[in-house]
Every structure is written in structure tokens, then in C-alpha cells.
């Protein structure tokens, strides 16, 4: 059965006898015909909303079905930054709700997944972009989060290896948020399944969604590659896929399905210490702990189920990246990926019941999904058992685009491949 | 991923803008037509795995707008027609 | 050899004198095709040696007896170098110096060049004696996802203390120093058929196509053409295969439509036929050439490819299978018959399979002794027997390698075989074969899964992309013959489908050979740790520990245990891996699966990527039409968007970019100034139902508007927010000249097209974008009339009543050049733009200086321009920014009740609509000295710093000269309603509250008089 709590101690335990007696990290769960809760998805957001039903409400009946093994998609594939640094009041208090929860998560779920406030910063390279993360770091710290407005000689400090003197857009500063960082994006999977495996919660993997059944407007149960599951509640959990999967349902969302890319490069010893954001390209880098750099930008910008995006978008992001700091030039890529986005109509994600009882929707990610796992999970659950949206993703509504409560932090519009 | 431009030839997909699904279609205008049909056509989409008619502009050629029949899945792009004929090829259907 | 007289000679270079350097004590008498005539000097870790053009780094260090390389990731182990290729996972180096260093250079595929400098890595102090090898003894503790289960008490220690550890003793090689010296090229090309990989399957393709007329690229990622024939000694048509290799690229070159790009790694498959391929232009060099890039990323786009990328052979899974010494059968292979090197003294040879007995053949012609041949198959075939027996090798059959033993070199192997007897055989060099695996990461780019084939003991390509054929090794057909023929067939058929006539022609022929094989996965009863990727140190026991915890899946087990996640992306190792994880599973090896394959096929520097487009070449730069004029002016520029703009037009003795500033401004106010506003989007719409497609694309009506008038227009997106604004003025019944901020200029430009191609088809109007073809100058203040006067031809009446404010209209100025005139203005002045054909936008200029020297005429940049915007109040960048309607920024009256537009319907959503909404105010400091900053957010004047009380925020400030203080424009709660009220300006991340009072947007002349003058 292994371990129900790692340890320093269990570890050496285990190092004299030869690693026999860890136990599975989770079970594998084969699907029982009725649950109170079965979560579709086993990305970070479904598992954390699995393991908050458990642990919060008290909610053990539950199942999480996934096509794949867990954590195959976004969380799997994804730049691995943390940040609450966000513009909107609509947003800011779920992301710093989900930075408040990394920074606990470690001993709430008994997992390392290597939480790392190591810092975000934002670079900007005009007045007018200075202004704006003025705006967006002083309605940070009116939340009570942490920003900082760095000028050009204290940026140069942090990353004296940036192109400073030759830049085709010259570095005036950045915002900085401490508290940001990185963790190890598939131990976020994993120990949430673990933590909600340990609580009751059945984790089933290879079980793949084929319908939801609805019956008089009631949500009740799904049909699945590995037979019916009749559930009091369905809550879909599965960004990259959510329209196919809800059309399931009947529903069409305000949700196209675009591709990102990001790409890791050798090993190599440290030199990048915080996450850095070049604003006058699509450019975002870190370094992990062990030693390559973690960089991603746009998306490739066009609908598409594909799971890979295409060459350009590579050159672009390494235009950027050559641009902000010609010191990795030699440093060379040696894995891609390319994962599919929920890329909503306003930028900002969906956390809400929809019309048909019983069915509830967490979706639209775009390409920010990972830092939310923690707080998409804790409010997801909070709705799907308290059926009332938790205070902090009161805004993230899906009739905000009939009402017009719009939460378009980068104020592009109904354009998905744009925000 | 290469656009055949009925103007241009055949061209890397930097060359175009993305606009977007190439089916819904815009109330009339001048109607009066209700929100939740304008609310449907702004932000709805049946966003398909699979073959998708999509607007494409060609910024960096002969900049026409372009309806492009292209595969979701597998990124094939079946073909490309000028946005025009298009629109007013369905503005003729019945 | 004729293959090594093709190596390109070199300048000789002073430093390599052959007499001071050591002598290479385990270069092969004869043989290979490495230049002997010529002697490079190289270092390693400070350490001089000799090697010969025509070899790698690893070739030349083995030839110089070098056998400890490097260290492992995690435990430091020591590592010799296990392959002779893009595989290599332990013979890493950081190569060359300072601003050049490139670490974890596979030593492999590194080409010798006089003067090369190499250094070991991940080791401390030094390779031969790590301190950190004291990993190794902590083993037990570091397995398999180790760090998962600790280092979480106390929260804090994890960045403090046990982050910073791991980090340190994490990575491989060093980065540069200093930004990369170094030009990077990028290139398109197009060709009938690509054929990846010159070894004797693709040259044959090649040929077939070649032959045909075809335009065909080769693609070779190695220096010379030959693949495996190079390496091995086999024999095509009857002859030694390197010389059908010589005559077949001799015969390619003469192909006028064939292009041969060496050194060119293809390493990406995308859509549309698109291949991505790296050139090494000069990695073989100590610098590039002038004038040479380093390196060139190709995209190569080609209507068929045929894959022929080979084989990789898998190592065998043992204990210490990772000791110095323990090299790949082919590699040694390579180093014998290719380099000329005897990878060591004595040998022994591990393989289940049919193929390595050609390394006991050839160590033993090249004069190393073959202690014995092992082979864990209990009969092999009479002729594998006779091979190893006529080299005088001791075959053991039934027999594994249990364990290979020494440090940093091997001493000797313990074998045992099925009987229970032991063995120990003396060698210092093992080689090992598993088997081989089809280079088939390239057809999985487009989403082909690899398919199991269980006869070869390997996966065999999926679905390969549209368009490609994968023959020979790569396809699973290991045997040469088959890869000829395969080749000949494939490059025929990818003639014919792209339109040539291809002629009959016989198949090269070659000699057979068995490929015959027993997978073996891991040695059972293996002792010590037993590798599967080297590089990140997985072992069989880290599988086993993934597979007891449940990560299963190939996925999981590749993220939970490393495997296949270092620099040479697991080409040894996966296969193993996943066949481990197969039997612990009891699974078979076509159920348990492979990861996805993605590129880069092989490691790629960012740089390559990036080609030309960094530092000040990172994007283009726009220059408006008075730029040249500006620079000699001494202005100073600022980027907006691609564009270079005059910020400010700063004279010696002025203290501060305010001084200057402000000194601009009061010349327009009092006087006249000009300003180059040709950024701004210019776009000429014509047509019989122009009229009605400004009314539907603007919020406000223009079909109203007389001829020779221009008006102030606002454009909704379809979502009912401000999309952008601008004058337009109507220059004809049927023809408009619109205007748009220089920041949306191709925005709208495309919005417009759409509206006019997709939504309304049969609207008679034309679109043009004019930005370029016009330079537009802004001529404000009093005086602009006078100034004018001066330049506009005689028909031109400039008077107040025949020109009034918003008046447009077409003429000539300077004596006959086309002009177009508006009587607009942003600054608040009396003003014109005056637009001229581009090229005469720098003339212009300097003529207005020249007229408008009595009246002081002084040209401002836009800086002044946004100081004298503010002071009217009018809304630009900071307000238009996507989030704001258009009662938001105080223009609310200017939506049409009388039509239907673009963004009407959605515009009346309640949460657009809503009261409380942020809108446009002017804010003054209540301390007049105060300095006002833009991104403050508002606060009711006593109210705490809380989220709940934010109401809105400061878009955009100012010094005004005019009033003689700070004035800002700014987004507030029910803002127009609250004139007058004091509010706080909370500034927090710059230190700075500041009292502010509420008032009009339009802090100068708020009933435009001077407009009228």
C-alpha cells in the first residue's frame, strides 16, 4: 500500500530496503456506477477540484475521469510560472487566492512540487507601457499583493545580461512581483491526485468521456469508453477540449481552441534566477532547477485540435528571446511542445454553473491555466458543492458576455487569438 | 502550415492575419434583431475538431480577406476562396 | 581516400607544429578518412593534443587514448564515450570560450579544427577527481523522484536552502558569457524532394530522383556524404562502399537541379510540407568567415521528402554498462574503419544480434585483439560463430555481461551465461549492441505513432506527414540491399508524383547480411547499477521504483523518472525504457507505447531561431518622411510601435527634456509650430456607397457630411467598445480620406476590408491604405495660417470663411506639388495637416522652416503633441485602450440613434451601459506643485487603500506649461458627476499620493475659439 505521508524519514526508510515498499501514488481506479461528483478531466484543474470537494466539503464520492493518464494536458505542458500580478478586479483576487494557495500547497497535499518564489518580472519600454503596469501594480497592492516598479538600474541589476545598450526597444524598467515564480508543473498533478486518492476520491485514468446523459435538464450521469457513470453532478474540467466535450451537452461556448508552444533548452548551470517578461515582444523565460531554460510566447494565433504548432511562432519567441538577452544565443532547445488552449472570448477563464442542472463548467484558460490550478480547483469545488460561486471568481461568469461584465485585461475584444 | 492565395499563390500562413470561424453570420444590417442573436454571433462559436471554414487576411500579400476550408485536427488545408465570392455566393442562397 | 581527399584543405596555421604535440598513440597505422597529412592541435581541460582534419573532437581525443569525457548528471559518474554520433549522451564539452562558449557540445558531431578548445563539465574541481561523485554513494537516497517526497519542512527552506543546493549541482555547461558574437541566417528554399539523410538509401534516392530532373535538396546533417558506409566495411556493386558513395555525390553534384547541403541537420517536420533544417556553416571553423553567418536555419519546403535518417543502436542494460570503455558496436565500428582509431587495446564484444559480430571482424583486422564475443542467444548462426572465431574472439553464447567493472576506465567484464558459469574477460573496451531503432522521429512530427514491429525488436514509423516516404534503416528495412532499392523506388516515385519522367535504371545492388536478433532488455542477474539513460542516470531499478508507484504510462514514466529528458533526448535510452517499463507491467511493448516525438529532432540553438532579427534588427524600423531632417535637428526619438517618432527637438543650454517640452508648447500656443503626424493611418475610400460604408463602420453619421469637410469619427468594434478614432473628411461625393491612430493603423485597415469583402460584399467601395504614400504635417498656433500662406499655391484660399474649422480640400503647394489640406487640430490651435506625396515630406519640412523662420516657427515632437492633447482633453493611446466605450471616454453623444453601426447593438449590454462605469475626467493637483503620474488609481479622499474603494484610475498627465502645473486626464466612478470633488491619486508602487481635484477633460480654451480664428 506504501506510504501515506512522505517524509525525509520514510524516504530513508525505504533507501535501506532497496525502494520495496513505496506504494502506488494513487490508485489505479476502475469506474464505479454512481458517484456524487465526477469531475471530467484529469488536468491540475480537476484533480485540485477533486482533492477541494474531498478535503473542503467533505465530498468523497468522487470520480475523476480522464482520457489520457493525468496530467497529460496543460499541466503537463505548460512554463510552469506562478503570479497574481493581474489588472482587473475581476481577476486579481482568484489569482492571488491560488498564489496564497501554492505557497501552502506543499504541506496541505504532502507532495514537493517545488514551489518557487523566485520572482516575476514584467519589462516595459515605453512611458505609456510604464504607465500601464503602474495602473496594473498599484491595483495589486489596493488588493494587498505584493509589486514592486522597478527602474532600468535596478533591472539591470537583476539581469545584467539583458541587451540594454543595443536594443532595438530599450528596457525603462519593470514590475516586480516577488511572490510570482515557478513549481514543478507535473508534481501539481500528481500530488493533487494523490492527496484526493489518500481522501477516497477514485482517479481513472484511460476513460475516455463519449456523452453526458441529461435528462429533463438534469445533468445525471456519463457515458464513458469504460461504461455509464450515473453522478449527482458533473463538472467538466477539461481546457483544450471544453467545446467538444459540452457540445456533448448541448452547449456551445464563447471558446475557441487555439495551440501554444513552449520549448525547454539544455541544462545548463544557473543564470537565470527569476521569471522574465519581455514587453516589447511575446517572450517569457525562467530556468528550472535543473538547469534549462523554460520559454513560451504567443500562441501560434489559429483554431486547432493539433497538439503542435508550426515553425514561425518558434522563430517569433526566439526573436524575442534573442532580443532580451543575446546571452542564450548558444544555449541551445532541445524539446517543444504544443498544447491545446481554451482561448476565450475576453481572455479570462469560466467558472460557472451552466444552463443545465447539475452540469458545471471550468473553462477558458486561455494560456494562464496553471497558476490557477490551486484556486480553479478550491472554486470550482466551492460551486459544485455549495452550488454558489466562491467570492473570488464571483466575476468569472459565463453570462458576463450576455451582461457585458467584461474581464479583458488586454482589451482586444471578442478576438480569441488575440488575447 | 501553407495558404493557397487565389491571388498570391501558395504562402506561409505568417504572411495572414486570423480573424476567425467563417460561420456565423452577422445579423442583418439596419435590423432589429434581439441580443441574444448578436450575443451569439459576437461571442458563440461551435469551435469543430475537424474541418473548419476559417477568415484568413492576406497582410503581407494582396490583402483580401479569405475564406480558407482547413482541418483543425490535422492543420491540411483544403483550399482558399476570396472572403467576396463567398459572402456573396450565401448572401444569394435561398 | 578519395572521400578524404574531398576534405576541404585548410590554411595551414602556425600554432600546429606536429613536433610539440603528443602523438596519438591509438591511431591506426592506415586507414579511415581523416587527412594525415595535415595535424590539428586541440585542447581538452587545458591539455594540449594532436588530431587530423577529418575528425571529430571525440575521434581525436580517443585517438590521444582519452577515455574519461565527462560526468553523469546526477551522480557524477564517470563517463567515456559511448557513440560516434548525435546520440551521445555522455561525451558532452563545453566548447570554445568566453562570449563563443556553446556547453553540452556532443564531442561526437564536433568537428577538430585547429585551435579547438574543449572543457569538461558538471564536475568540481575536476573530471578526474569530482567531489561531487560522492553522489554516488548517496544513491540508495537520490532514486527515482526522490525529491517529491522530501524538502517540504520548513516551507520556507525550500527557496532558501535546498533550492539553491540543487540548482548549483543541477545543469550541465556553462552559458556564454557575454552576448553571442555570432550572425545567424535565415533562408526559404523549395524543391521537388527533399531526402533527409546521405547514407547509401537516401544517395540512392536521390540519385533516382536526380536524374530525373527533379529539383531535389539533400540534407545531411554529418560533414561528409555516407551515412553508416562510411563507418562500415560493406561493399556496393562490387566495390568498397565509400568509393559508390564518392561517385554517386560526384554524380549528384553534376546534377544541375540537385542541391547537397552538409553539415545540415533536418530537425522539424511542420505542416504544409515544410521542413526546418539547421546548416553548420561554420561550427567546423575557429570563427566564422567575414561576412559568414555561423549558422543558417533553413525552411525548406518540398512537395515530397523521402526520410532516410538511418538507425540508432541501443545499448544493453548491465551493471556498469555506463564505465569508460563500454562503447556502442557501431561506434567502434566507426572509429576503426571512418577515424582510423582503435577505441581501445583490448576488447570484447556483447550483442544480441547478428550485426555487432562486424565489429569483432573489424577491431580484429584493424589489430586490436577480441577477447571474446558474447551473445545472450543460446545458438547463433554458424556464420556470427565463424566471424567471432576466425577474429580469434572466445564466443559465449547463452552468456550476458553482468557486470562491467573499473572506474574511470573499464578494467574487465564478469560474464556468466546459462549454465551458471562466470567468466571474467579482460578488456578495456566493450562493445555493446542491443539492437537498432529506425530514426523515425521525424514522421511522428505531424502526430504518426510509431508501430511496433516485433520481427526487428523496434518501432517502425507510423503515419508518417503528407507528402514523405521513409526506406532503409529509418523504415525498419536494416539490411543495405534493402535500403538501396528502397531508395531507388522512393526517389522514382517522388519524380513521377511531381510531374518528371523517370527513366529505368538498375538498383544499386550490395552485399547480404543477416539482422537477425534476440531482444534482450536488461540483464536479469545484473549486479551494481544497471544505466538506462545515461546522461540523466535512470537505472533499471528507477523504472522498476516509476512502474511500483503507479507512473505507468510512457509519459508518466519519462516526467517522474527523467528518462529521455536530457540533451541527446533519450536516442539510446527510450526504447529501453519503455520496454523495461513493458515487462515490469507485463505489458507488451505496442501497448505501453512511445512518447510523442516533437522537434527539434536534435538540439537547436535559440539563436539559429532568431536568425537576423535581434538587437536593433529585432523588427523593422519605420521612419516617417522627415526623419533625416529631424536627426539633424539633434531631436531625440522614441519607438512608438515600429515607428521612430521626434519626441522632442531639445537646443543646447535647455536643463530638461520639461524645459524643452514646455518650450515646445508655448510656441504653438503663442506662435506656430509643426509637428510630423504622417504615422498616423491614413486610408482612402472610394466608391458609390462610400458614404454608407462610413456609416456603418463609424458610430457617428458621415454621409452627412458636405464635400470639403472633415469630422471626428468614432469606430466600435463588433463587441461595442472603442475600437479607434480619427478624422475623416469628405474630398468627393464618392471618395473619403479617413484617418486612424498610428497605433491601429493595420487593425482597422483589416477591419475594413472585412467589413467591405465579408460582411457587406455588395457595398460599391474601394480600400486603399495611403500611410506611406502621404507625409502629413501638423501646423498649429496662431500663426499656422501665415506660415501657410507662404507655401500654398495662389488657388489655395486659406481665409477663415473660405477655409474654415474642419475644412478640407485638395490643391498644390511649393509650386505645384499635390497637396491635400485639413483644417484640423489636436492641439487646440488654429491648425492645418498639410499632406504631400512622401517623397517630398523631408522638403516640406525644411521649407517650413525656412517660411516660418520670421514667425518663429518651431517643430515639436510628441511629447508636445500629447502635452497639448491633454490640455484639450481629447482621449488617445491610454484611453482608447480596448477597455473603454465610448461614454466611458466622455464621447457617448457621438452613438447614432439615427442608423445602425458596427458595435450598436452590444454596445447597449448593461455592463457597458452601467453609470458607475469609469469615465473621462481632467484631474489638477490641489498642491499646484504636485507632480501628477499617469496609472495612479483614484480613491475617495479619505477612504482607505483598499480594493473596494478603487475608482478608477489616472490614463494620462502632463505639465502644462499653459497653466503652469501638472494636469492629468483619468477614468473615475460616475466621473462627469463628481466636478469639483478632491479624490486621492494612490500611487503606491512609486511612493506617491497626491490630492487631486475633478474637472473638465478641457483644460484649455473649453469653448474652442481659438479653433475658429
Not at chain 3, 515630406?841 to 518651431?858: C, E, K, P, S, Y
Request: proline share 6%.
Amino acid at each position: 500500500m506504501g506510504y501515506d505521508r512522505y517524509s525525509v524519514f520514510s524516504l530513508l526508510r525505504e533507501s535501506l530496503r532497496g525502494h520495496a515498499g513505496w506504494g502506488p501514488a494513487w490508485r489505479d481506479a476502475a469506474p464505479r456506477p454512481a458517484y456524487d461528483v465526477v469531475i471530467v478531466g484529469g488536468g491540475g484543474h480537476g484533480l485540485s477540484t477533486a482533492y477541494y470537494l474531498a478535503s473542503q466539503h467533505g465530498i468523497t464520492n468522487v470520480a475523476v475521469v480522464e482520457r489520457g493518464y493525468i496530467g497529460s494536458g496543460n499541466v503537463g505542458r505548460n512554463t510552469t510560472i506562478i503570479r497574481s500580478n493581474y489588472l482587473l478586479p475581476g481577476n486579481i483576487p482568484f489569482y492571488e487566492h491560488s498564489l496564497k494557495l501554492w505557497e501552502g500547497l506543499e504541506q496541505d497535499i504532502n507532495y514537493n512540487a517545488m514551489v518557487s518564489q523566485r520572482g516575476v518580472l514584467n519589462l516595459f519600454h515605453t512611458d505609456a507601457q510604464r504607465d500601464a503596469y503602474a495602473r496594473r501594480g498599484n491595483a495589486m497592492r489596493l488588493h494587498g499583493i505584493d509589486a514592486e516598479l522597478l527602474d532600468r538600474a535596478a533591472v539591470r541589476r537583476m539581469l545584467p545580461y539583458a541587451d540594454f545598450d543595443n536594443a532595438r526597444f530599450p528596457i525603462h524598467g519593470g514590475l516586480l512581483q516577488r511572490r510570482g515564480g515557478t513549481v514543478r508543473h507535473d508534481a501539481v498533478a500528481w500530488g493533487y491526485a494523490r492527496a484526493a486518492d489518500r481522501r477516497g476520491v477514485d482517479v481513472i485514468q484511460h476513460c475516455e468521456v463519449t456523452g453526458i446523459t441529461v435528462e429533463n435538464g438534469r445533468a445525471v450521469g456519463l457515458q464513458t469508453t469504460r461504461g455509464t457513470i450515473r453522478a449527482k453532478k458533473v463538472g467538466l474540467a477539461c481546457a483544450g477540449n471544453s467545446s467538444r466535450v459540452a457540445a456533448m451537452a448541448g452547449l456551445r461556448l464563447p471558446i475557441e481552441s487555439h495551440v501554444l508552444q513552449a520549448f525547454v533548452s539544455e541544462g545548463i548551470k544557473p543564470l537565470i534566477d527569476c521569471v522574465v517578461t519581455y514587453g516589447a515582444g511575446h517572450f517569457y523565460i525562467s530556468q528550472s532547477d535543473k538547469g534549462g531554460l523554460v520559454f513560451g510566447g504567443d500562441i501560434d494565433g489559429y483554431n486547432s485540435y493539433a497538439w503542435r504548432g508550426n515553425l514561425p511562432t518558434v522563430e517569433d519567441v526566439c526573436e524575442g528571446g534573442m532580443a532580451l538577452m543575446p546571452i542564450i544565443g548558444r544555449v541551445r532547445i532541445t524539446r517543444s511542445w504544443g498544447g491545446l488552449m481554451d482561448m476565450s472570448m475576453d481572455g479570462s477563464p469560466i467558472i460557472d454553473r451552466t444552463p443545465i442542472e447539475g452540469l458545471y463548467l471550468n473553462c477558458g484558460w486561455c494560456y494562464g491555466g496553471f497558476k490557477a490550478t490551486p484556486a480553479s480547483g478550491w472554486c470550482f469545488a466551492h460551486l459544485i458543492a455549495q452550488d454558489a460561486p466562491y467570492p473570488v471568481a464571483a466575476a468569472l461568469r459565463l453570462d458576463r458576455f450576455a451582461t457585458g461584465r467584461l474581464v479583458d485585461e488586454k482589451g482586444v475584444g471578442a478576438q480569441p487569438n488575440l488575447h | 502550415m501553407r495558404i493557397p492565395c487565389p491571388h498570391c499563390g501558395e504562402r506561409g500562413f505568417q504572411e495572414f492575419a486570423y480573424y476567425g470561424d467563417a460561420g456565423p453570420k452577422r445579423p442583418a444590417h439596419g435590423g432589429d434583431t434581439g441580443e441574444d442573436v448578436w450575443f451569439d454571433y459576437v461571442y458563440l462559436r461551435d469551435n469543430p475538431a475537424g474541418p473548419h471554414e476559417e477568415l484568413w487576411y492576406h497582410a503581407a500579400g494582396c490583402r483580401t480577406w479569405l475564406v480558407v476550408t482547413r482541418n483543425t485536427l490535422t492543420h491540411e488545408v483544403a483550399g482558399a476562396r476570396p472572403a467576396r465570392d463567398v459572402a456573396l455566393e450565401r448572401s444569394a442562397a435561398p | 581516400m578519395n572521400v578524404a581527399g574531398r576534405i576541404v584543405a585548410r590554411e595551414a596555421n602556425g600554432r600546429s607544429s606536429a613536433a610539440t604535440l603528443p602523438t596519438q598513440p591509438f591511431r591506426l597505422a592506415a586507414g579511415g578518412l581523416v587527412d594525415r597529412s595535415r595535424t590539428l592541435a586541440f585542447t581538452f581541460d587545458g591539455k594540449r593534443y594532436a588530431g587530423h582534419p577529418g575528425d571529430t573532437l571525440a575521434a581525436a581525443l580517443l585517438a590521444n587514448g582519452v577515455r574519461l569525457v565527462g560526468r553523469s548528471f546526477k551522480y557524477h559518474r564517470p563517463r567515456g564515450i559511448l557513440s560516434a554520433g548525435v546520440e551521445e549522451p555522455n561525451a558532452l564539452a563545453e566548447l570554445r570560450s568566453g562570449a563563443r562558449r556553446e556547453p553540452n557540445t556532443r564531442m561526437t558531431t564536433a568537428e577538430l579544427y585547429d585551435g579547438l578548445q574543449a572543457a569538461s563539465q558538471n564536475r568540481f574541481p575536476s573530471l578526474a577527481f569530482d567531489l561531487r561523485a560522492v553522489n554516488s554513494l548517496l544513491s540508495p537516497l537520490l532514486v527515482t523522484g526522490f525529491y517529491y517526497k522530501t524538502f517540504m519542512w520548513p516551507s520556507s527552506f525550500w527557496e532558501k536552502v535546498y533550492e539553491p543546493l540543487i540548482r548549483r549541482a543541477a545543469g550541465l555547461g556553462r552559458a556564454a558569457t557575454g552576448a553571442d558574437p555570432d550572425h545567424y541566417e535565415k533562408s526559404t528554399t523549395f524543391c521537388d524532394l527533399l531526402v533527409i539523410g546521405a547514407g547509401p538509401a537516401g544517395l540512392a534516392a536521390a540519385l533516382a530522383a536526380g536524374r530525373s530532373g527533379a529539383r531535389v535538396i539533400v540534407c545531411e546533417e554529418d560533414f561528409l556524404l555516407g551515412g553508416r558506409a562510411l563507418a562500415d566495411r560493406r561493399r556496393v556493386e562490387g566495390r568498397p562502399a565509400a568509393s559508390w558513395v564518392t561517385e554517386a555525390e560526384a554524380e549528384l553534384e553534376s546534377l544541375p537541379e540537385v542541391r547537397i547541403f552538409r553539415r545540415t541537420a533536418v530537425f522539424g517536420a511542420y505542416d504544409g510540407g515544410t521542413y526546418a533544417a539547421l546548416e553548420r556553416v561554420a561550427d567546423h571553423l575557429p570563427v566564422p568567415p567575414a561576412h559568414q553567418p555561423r549558422q543558417r536555419l533553413w525552411r525548406i519546403v518540398a512537395q515530397r521528402a523521402v526520410l532516410a535518417a538511418g538507425a540508432i543502436e541501443r545499448p544493453l542494460v548491465f551493471g556498469g554498462n555506463d564505465r569508460p570503455g563500454v562503447m556502442l558496436a557501431g561506434a567502434v565500428r566507426s572509429y576503426l574503419n571512418r577515424f582510423g582509431v582503435a577505441p581501445g587495446s583490448r576488447a570484447a564484444v556483447f550483442s544480441n544480434n547478428d550485426d555487432a559480430v562486424r565489429t569483432v571482424a573489424d577491431l580484429a583486422a584493424a589489430g586490436v585483439p577480441v577477447s571474446a564475443y558474447i551473445d545472450p542467444r543460446p545458438q547463433i548462426p554458424a556464420a556470427v560463430r565463424q566471424v567471432a572465431e576466425r577474429a580469434g574472439a572466445r564466443v559465449l553464447t547463452g552468456a550476458v555481461v553482468q557486470r562491467a567493472v573499473g572506474w574511470e576506465k573499464l578494467l574487465y567484464v564478469r560474464v556468466a551465461n546459462d549454465t551458471g558459469q562466470e567468466f571474467v574477460v579482460n578488456c578495456d573496451l566493450l562493445a555493446i549492441s542491443g539492437g537498432w531503432s529506425p530514426t523515425v522521429h521525424l514522421t511522428s512530427h505531424a502526430g504518426g505513432r510509431p508501430q511496433w514491429r516485433e520481427d526487428i525488436a523496434a518501432f517502425v514509423p507510423g503515419t508518417p506527414p503528407p507528402g514523405m516516404t521513409v526506406i532503409g534503416a529509418a523504415a525498419g528495412d536494416l539490411a543495405l540491399a534493402d535500403g538501396l532499392a528502397a531508395g531507388a523506388r522512393a526517389g522514382a516515385q517522388a519524380a513521377r508524383d511531381c510531374g518528371f519522367s523517370v527513366a529505368d535504371a538498375p538498383v544499386p545492388f550490395a552485399d547480404a547480411e543477416s539482422t537477425v536478433i534476440a531482444p534482450l532488455w536488461r540483464v536479469r542477474n545484473a549486479t551494481g547499477k544497471a544505466f538506462v539513460d545515461f546522461q540523466n542516470d535512470v537505472t533499471a531499478t528507477d523504472i522498476r521504483i516509476a512502474e511500483q508507484e503507479g507512473f505507468r504510462s510512457v509519459e508518466h514514466l519519462k516526467r517522474y523518472t527523467t528518462l529521455g529528458m536530457a540533451t541527446d533526448q533519450g536516442k539510446t535510452a527510450n526504447i529501453n525504457g519503455l520496454a523495461l517499463m513493458a515487462e515490469y507491467t507485463a505489458r507488451s511493448i505496442a501497448e505501453t507505447g512511445t512518447t510523442r516525438f516533437r522537434p527539434p529532432t536534435t538540439s537547436v540553438a535559440i539563436a539559429a531561431f532568431a536568425g537576423q532579427h535581434r538587437g536593433r534588427e529585432f523588427r523593422p524600423t519605420r521612419l516617417p518622411p522627415t526623419h533625416a531632417w529631424a536627426q539633424e535637428l539633434g531631436a531625440d526619438f522614441v519607438e512608438t510601435g515600429e515607428w521612430l517618432r521626434a519626441q522632442q527637438f531639445s537646443r543646447p543650454g535647455e536643463p530638461d527634456w520639461l524645459a524643452t517640452v514646455s518650450r515646445e508648447v508655448n510656441a504653438v500656443r503663442n506662435g506656430v509650430g509643426f509637428c510630423d503626424v504622417s504615422t498616423l493611418g491614413k486610408i482612402d475610400i472610394q466608391g458609390a456607397d462610400a458614404a454608407e460604408f462610413l456609416d456603418r463602420v463609424y458610430a457617428n453619421l458621415f454621409s452627412t457630411l458636405p464635400v470639403g469637410r472633415a469630422r471626428y469619427g468614432l469606430m466600435l468594434r463588433e463587441d461595442g467598445l472603442v475600437m479607434d478614432d480619427g478624422t475623416t473628411s469628405r474630398l468627393g461625393e464618392t471618395h473619403y480620406a479617413m484617418t486612424t491612430t498610428t497605433a491601429n493603423a493595420a487593425r482597422v485597415l483589416q477591419h475594413l476590408a472585412l467589413c467591405r469583402e465579408w460582411l457587406w460584399p455588395s457595398l460599391d467601395v474601394q480600400i486603399v491604405p495611403v500611410t506611406e504614400q502621404w507625409a502629413q504635417l501638423s501646423i498649429a498656433g496662431p500663426k499656422a495660417r501665415a506660415v501657410l500662406q507662404a507655401i500654398v499655391d495662389p488657388a489655395f484660399d486659406l481665409s477663415n470663411q473660405a477655409f474654415p474649422f474642419m475644412a478640407a480640400g485638395a490643391g498644390t503647394v511649393c509650386g505645384g506639388v499635390a497637396a491635400r489640406l485639413f483644417r484640423i487640430s489636436f492641439s487646440g490651435e488654429l491648425a492645418y495637416e498639410l499632406a504631400v506625396p512622401a517623397r517630398f515630406g523631408d522638403a516640406l519640412a525644411r521649407r517650413l522652416m525656412q517660411v516660418g523662420n520670421d514667425f518663429g516657427i518651431t517643430p515639436y515632437g510628441t511629447e508636445a503633441l500629447g502635452v497639448m492633447r491633454i490640455e484639450k482633453g481629447h482621449p488617445a493611446g491610454p484611453e482608447l485602450n480596448g477597455q473603454t466605450t465610448a461614454g466611458d471616454i466622455g464621447l457617448g453623444r457621438l452613438l447614432s440613434k439615427k442608423k445602425d453601426f458596427i458595435g450598436r447593438a452590444m454596445a447597449a449590454r448593461p455592463g457597458l451601459t452601467d453609470p458607475n462605469r469609469p469615465t473621462l475626467v481632467g484631474l489638477r493637483p490641489l498642491d499646484r506643485a504636485a507632480r501628477l503620474r499617469a496609472g495612479a488609481h483614484f480613491l475617495p479622499r479619505d477612504a482607505a487603500a483598499t480594493a473596494a474603494n478603487d475608482q478608477g484610475h489616472m490614463t494620462s498627465v502632463a505639465f502644462s506649461p499653459t497653466l503652469g502645473h501638472w494636469i492629468g486626464l483619468g477614468l473615475l466612478a460616475r466621473g462627469p458627476q463628481r466636478l469639483g470633488e478632491v479624490v486621492r491619486a494612490h500611487d503606491p508602487v512609486r511612493d506617491g499620493d497626491v490630492l487631486v481635484e475633478v474637472t473638465s477633460p478641457v483644460f484649455v480654451d473649453p469653448q474652442g475659439v481659438r479653433l475658429h480664428v
